[in-house]
């Protein structure tokens, strides 16, 4: 049944394709949507933020070949707004430059749908700018323009007004101009551009994949030809192109065109991959989820006094412990005389934050790291301990307590499940070699990435780095035939990045 409620639609740009261009204005309408519609051109990694239930709708241009064309585009458009849903319009650069947004919102705003207009940051600027080149500067240029690259060059009634253009310019931008770069060369030299003008074509500028080709304006055709520039490419014309070699910052980054696949939700334990110039590439295969049944755990809660030990191994027992804990009544002055173990200081400091000191924190981060330091300072015999823990985990602190003479209780405080998104764009990744290095955090992350690939693994993911923490999730790896090419010595998301970055030498 239609709902009688208009939605409404977000004609949001994306950017150039560095995920990190992507305005927070932006992101809350990619979030908040029930349907996304989204072209080739854009980084597969921004569909890690849509909802799981969103509807996708993939109406890209590759190679010449249309997916959708605009008048059907603009229908799915007005058909989604008018069951009442919000829609995402993701389009490369800005909706409005060159991006047929306008377009766009006149066929919305005749049909009376409501639309706003998410602006973006355009490759005209961004592309140079990750390539050390700006389009003004002082002591070289005070003037630009930004020109369509793509208007058909046998038109006779062309637009372009080409000696405005070669004389009146400092800087002069082509977007979308490859196929049509003799073209644009040639008449810039016929109506006074000098032929020895400096000039650059980059090519998927802002993501992994970039490459920059220099030379003067006369050069530009040759040296596209003989390096194999293909769309998406932008051009750049005037002095400022002399100035790459001094201000280059992206493609000299010691992880430059990398792309680390992570099977986790993204968290800032990953940044410093993207400070030494890799891409992430976000594919969670597991997912937290609230227990079906509460009864073990408010049992442990309502007499939570009467533990010597609470023990939590992540932060998200910690999370999930909290909020049933306030749920029930009760809150963290029940846990007084209680003292606490944390595996982990990132669980230690997700403690701490709510002014719970912590008492322990293993050296090793694992259950055989946890039942050492208790045994090791006589702190089970006769103990009793909460663990409250996720439903699938291991046994080995719980036999140690036992064996040693203490009491324990293991309640579910969350389950953890297989995540499956988005597979088609992780399958063509693979496919297509655009993945560098596979990152796993626990057993659970590999098995479920097979699971998820079924009958295409392990051959897509042969000759493909892994890094894995611990010997756990290194043991299921192995299992399968494959070998852990990076083990950081200690079991956090922290060490293994730091890892990653030696064993490619940054």
Not at 184 to 201: Q, S
Request: charged share 25%; net charge neutral.
């Amino acid at each position: 049944m239609k709902s009688t409620k208009t939605g409404k639609v977000y004609i949001v740009g994306a950017g150039p394709g560095d995920i990190g261009l992507l305005t927070l204005k932006g992101l809350k309408c990619l979030k908040k949507s029930d349907v996304v519609v989204y072209d080739f051109h854009i980084n597969a990694g921004f569909l890690a933020f849509v909802a799981e239930d969103a509807e996708l709708i993939y109406a890209g241009k590759r190679g010449g070949h249309h997916e959708m064309t605009q008048d059907q585009i603009n229908q799915a458009l007005v058909d989604k707004a008018l069951e009442g849903k919000a829609v995402c319009r993701l389009k490369g650069g800005d909706p409005f430059v060159f991006g047929r947004g306008g377009e766009e919102c006149e066929v919305l705003s005749a049909r009376g749908i409501p639309f706003e207009v998410v602006p973006g940051i355009s490759s005209a600027i961004a592309v140079p700018a990750y390539a050390g080149i700006p389009i003004t500067h002082r002591r070289y240029s005070s003037s630009f323009a930004v020109i369509t690259g793509n208007e058909d060059e046998t038109k006779t009634d062309s637009k372009i007004n080409w000696s405005e253009l070669a004389r009146g310019f400092d800087t002069l931008v082509f977007l979308m101009g490859v196929k049509n770069i003799a073209h644009i060369t040639d008449n810039l030299i016929k109506y006074g551009k000098a032929a020895d003008t400096p000039a650059a074509v980059i090519r998927w500028g802002t993501r992994t994949e970039q490459e920059t080709v220099e030379g003067t304006l006369s050069e530009m055709p040759s040296l596209v030809k003989a390096e194999n520039i293909r769309p998406p490419a932008v051009m750049v014309v005037g002095n400022t192109v002399r100035l790459r070699d001094t201000l280059r910052w992206f493609d000299v980054k010691p992880l430059f065109g990398k792309r680390v696949l992570i099977t986790r939700p993204y968290t800032e334990d990953y940044e410093p991959l993207e400070e030494a110039g890799a891409e992430i590439f976000e594919f969670p295969t597991i997912k937290d989820v609230a227990p079906d049944d509460f009864t073990d755990l408010d049992n442990a809660i309502d007499k939570i006094g009467l533990y010597d030990w609470i023990v939590f191994t992540s932060k998200n027992g910690f999370k999930y412990f909290l909020e049933r804990l306030l749920q029930r009544g009760c809150d963290v002055r029940d846990m007084k005389g209680v003292r606490i173990c944390a595996i982990g200081s990132k669980t230690a400091s997700a403690i701490e934050k709510y002014g719970i000191r912590v008492d322990m924190v293993p050296e090793e981060f694992n259950a055989e790291g946890l039942a050492e330091v208790f045994a090791k300072n006589s702190e089970i015999t006769g103990k009793r301990f909460l663990l409250p823990r996720a439903g699938n985990a291991r046994e080995v602190f719980p036999l140690k307590v036992h064996e040693s003479g203490g009491e324990i209780d293991t309640p579910i405080a969350y389950n953890t499940v297989r995540q499956e998104i988005h597979l088609k764009r992780l399958e063509r990744f693979l496919s297509e070699g655009k993945i560098d290095m596979l990152t796993f955090t626990s057993a659970a992350t590999f098995n479920n990435f097979r699971e998820n690939l079924g009958l295409n693994f392990p051959a897509s993911i042969g000759g493909i780095a892994i890094a894995a923490i611990g010997p756990v999730t290194e043991k299921a790896v192995n299992k399968t035939g494959l070998k852990v090419d990076v083990m950081p010595a200690t079991a956090t998301v922290s060490a293994m990045v730091e890892a990653i970055i030696g064993y490619y030498g940054g």
